[in-house]
């Protein structure tokens, strides 16, 4: 029995080896079963009690574990198994050592690989560094050579311009000189014309006077002559009457008459004298009566040559003040042309240089895109390989799969800002085009500035502007097209000009330029008066606002269902989607005079009530608002024929 106690502690030391023998080499613990056992052994102690013959007391105990001496054949097994699979796991994990040497090994390959692909790529970017600065390089030069290049083109063109400008000046002024001349040979053969005639005249009247003095003598012969011969008639007379009388009396017929006394001889003289003297009278006064008519008619002659003389003076004076009042006008006109001019000017180098500017972005996304696209190819390929090569390391493939789709979203991106600088070069184009085209026709035309045309209105504009199509035989707007074209770009109100500023900047430009242009402080005063009278009463700015606006657009759908108009549906169809008005400039002349005051009056009173407007209430009318941004120009324009064709007419003071 005392056997047994001893080895108990052995069997079970035994155990504790056995159970420690499951550790791996490393210290990791194994599987606890048989160690769990003890915890549900059933043991028996006993105690034993002896005296020592020193008279002490001794005890003796013993422990006996029944459950473990049943079971030390199932522990040995056990324990047999454990070692087995000690020597197992002591193989797997040689060969988990193996892998692991491997997976370093590839590792370590796939180091120097990237060591050496890093490297290339090293390379690489410095050798794109170095391409980006020369193409930078270049293309600074050739900007700078292109500036060259349209800076004395410019130049040239001014100075052609200037020069074409001066021979016109010239031209002018040799047939200024001309027609001076002209009228100064004029007015000396006017001169000479008149003396000629005065000689002419001086030599009919020396022509009369010796006429007249030679009537004189021969009048006076003549009296003479008639003297002596109405003498002899008056004496024939008397001897036939003193032989009648005798007769009468009964003398013979023979008989001569009594002799006449000296009396009556005196007394028929004195007849006789009187008679030559009273028809001698008679045609003196003829005489001078004749000679006053033709001094009157001298005299109106003279009156008529002076008046004449002066007129032909008035008319000359009146050409020279004309072609000198020309000359100030088109020397007034000069400096708008020259200041329009070198704004146009300014502008298309502005135009040129975003074009350009977006040409490079074009190439610069171009050349992105090109580098998005090899890399994904790259990567592809490295992808590949690499799932040829080993088999696939899954950590690996989803990084390149992560990378072919950062350079898929990079590669959209780039596409997306090359559409978008495509649409803007478009745009751009468009616009130096027509500033091109602008400034052409305002070097053909320098008289056009400050007196309105009557030429056509076409005024295109791809992106946002609806073309102005107007013939010159329309009313007053369609007639003075381009005018009304050139005072719509001063005012800034074409859609391409709006659609480049921010939305705010943009409705305040525009109810600014309308305010300008359509209210008058004099005229207008009964109106603010009304819409303050409203707003006192409790109605909204807002909703003042809206319903001028709503006024406008019904003068305008009445005009877009006009049978005239072409394309109504699709106008009208714009129309009620909020866009841009499909208008025509016959329509606004055809427009009719009983809406004219209705719509100028809904007119003022939006821009009266805008600005009153807070800026909860602007924010709620932001689409009113840009839809009256988008068609400023047929706004503005339909105050102008609403000024034109309204009635009454315009009062004195008035400034549009």
């Given at each position: 029995?005392?056997?047994s ?9 035994e155990?504790q080896?056995g ?5 791996d080499?490393n ?5 606890q079963?048989?160690?769990g056992m ?9 105690q ?25 054949e199932?522990?040995?097994?056990l324990?047999s198994v454990?070692?087995e ?15 692991k ?17 890093n490297?290339?790529?090293?390379r ?8 980006r ?7 600074q ?5 292109a500036a060259s ?7 040239y063109?001014l ?11 010239h ?31 001086w030599?009919i ?5 010796r ?7 021969c ?12 003498l ?5 007379k ?9 007769a ?11 002799p006449?006394?000296s009396?009556q ?8 004298q ?5 028809r001698?009278l008679?045609?003196?006064?003829g005489?001078t009566?004749?000679?006053?008519e033709?001094a009157?008619r001298?005299?109106a ?5 002076e008046v004449?003389?002066r ?19 088109r020397?007034?006109?000069l ?9 146009l ?21 171009r050349?992105?895109?090109?580098q998005g ?13 690499l ?5 696939g ?11 072919i ?10 596409e997306?800002n090359?559409?978008?600088?495509r649409?803007r ?5 468009a ?11 305002s070097?053909g ?5 400050g ?9 295109g504009n791809?992106?946002?502007l609806?073309?102005?199509?107007g ?6 707007i369609a ?9 719509i ?7 391409g ?6 939305a ?10 309308l305010?300008?242009?359509v209210l008058?402080l ?5 109106l ?11 109605i ?7 319903e ?7 003068a ?5 269902k ?12 714009s129309f009620a ?10 329509a606004?002349d ?11 009056s ?8 805008y ?17 009256v ?9 339909f105050a102008?024929?609403?000024?034109l064709?309204?009635k009454?007419a315009l009062?004195v003071n008035?400034?549009?």
């Amino acid at each position: 029995m005392l056997n047994s106690q001893l080895d108990a502690p052995t069997t079970q030391a035994e155990l504790q080896d056995g159970a420690s023998q499951a550790e791996d080499p490393n210290g990791s613990v194994g599987e606890q079963q048989v160690i769990g056992m003890l915890a549900i052994g059933s043991v028996e102690t006993q105690q034993v009690l002896a005296l020592s013959s020193n008279g002490v007391n001794k005890t003796w105990y013993a422990t006996r574990n029944i459950l473990e001496e049943s079971l030390s054949e199932s522990i040995q097994a056990l324990n047999s198994v454990i070692c087995e699979d000690a020597h197992d796991t002591a193989v797997w994990r040689e060969r988990m050592n193996l892998l692991k040497q491997k997976e370093f090994d590839r590792k370590r390959k796939y180091v120097v690989i990237m060591a050496q692909l890093n490297d290339q790529k090293m390379r690489l970017r410095f050798f794109e560094s170095w391409r980006r600065l020369v193409l930078k390089h270049f293309l600074q030069r050739d900007r700078q050579v292109a500036a060259s290049d349209l800076c004395t083109l410019s130049k040239y063109r001014l100075l052609r311009r200037n020069f074409s400008k001066w021979g016109n000046w010239h031209d002018r002024q040799l047939r200024r000189q001309r027609r001076a001349h002209l009228v100064n040979a004029l007015m000396a053969a006017n001169d000479r014309t008149q003396v000629l005639c005065f000689f002419q005249r001086w030599q009919i009247l020396a022509v009369q006077r010796r006429l007249r003095r030679f009537l004189l003598e021969c009048l006076e012969l003549i009296a003479q002559a008639s003297a002596q011969r109405l003498l002899s008639v008056y004496y024939c007379k008397l001897r036939a009457f003193g032989q009648l009388r005798g007769a009468r009396k009964g003398a013979s017929p023979g008989a001569l008459p009594p002799p006449l006394s000296s009396a009556q001889l005196e007394r028929l003289a004195a007849k006789a004298q009187q008679q030559t003297l009273h028809r001698a009278l008679h045609k003196w006064i003829g005489f001078t009566q004749r000679q006053q008519e033709m001094a009157t008619r001298r005299t109106a002659l003279d009156r008529y040559a002076e008046v004449f003389l002066r007129a032909g003076r008035a008319r000359v004076g009146r050409v020279v003040f004309h072609g000198w009042r020309r000359w100030c006008l088109r020397r007034r006109r000069l400096h708008p042309l020259r200041a329009l001019a070198v704004l146009l000017e300014s502008r298309r180098g502005l135009h040129l240089r975003e074009v350009f500017y977006l040409r490079w972005m074009e190439w610069l996304h171009r050349s992105r895109l090109r580098q998005g696209v090899e890399a994904t190819k790259e990567v592809e390929a490295r992808l590949v390989e690499l799932e040829r090569t080993h088999g696939g390391d899954l950590f690996e493939k989803l990084r390149l799969q992560g990378r072919i789709n950062e350079l898929i979203d990079r590669q959209a991106q780039v596409e997306m800002n090359l559409a978008r600088d495509r649409e803007r070069l478009d745009v751009l184009k468009a616009t130096s085009e027509r500033i091109c085209r602008r400034l052409g026709e305002s070097e053909g035309d320098p008289a056009s500035v400050g007196s309105p045309p009557s030429e056509d209105f076409n005024h295109g504009n791809e992106t946002a502007l609806m073309p102005f199509s107007g013939d010159g035989g329309g009313g007053p707007i369609a007639a003075n097209a381009r005018f009304y074209r050139r005072l719509i770009d001063q005012q800034r109100l074409s859609p391409g000009v709006l659609a480049q500023m921010p939305a705010a900047d943009a409705i305040h430009h525009v109810f600014a330029q309308l305010k300008g242009g359509v209210l008058n402080l004099y005229t207008d005063l009964a109106l603010f008066r009304q819409v303050k009278d409203r707003r006192r009463g409790g109605i909204a700015a807002a909703a003042i606002f809206l319903e001028a606006f709503a006024e406008v657009k019904r003068a305008v759908l009445a005009v877009l269902k006009t049978p005239t108009t072409a394309s109504a549906a699709s106008s009208v169809a714009s129309f009620a989607n909020g866009g841009r008005w499909g208008l025509r400039l016959e329509a606004l002349d055809r427009l009719p005079a009983h809406h004219c005051a209705g719509v100028l009056s809904a007119i003022k009173t939006m821009v009266v009530a805008y600005d009153l407007l807070s800026p909860s209430d602007a924010e709620r009318i932001s689409s009113t608002c840009e839809e009256v941004v988008q068609n400023a120009d047929w706004i503005f324009l339909f105050a102008r024929a609403c000024y034109l064709r309204r009635k009454p007419a315009l009062p004195v003071n008035n400034r549009v």
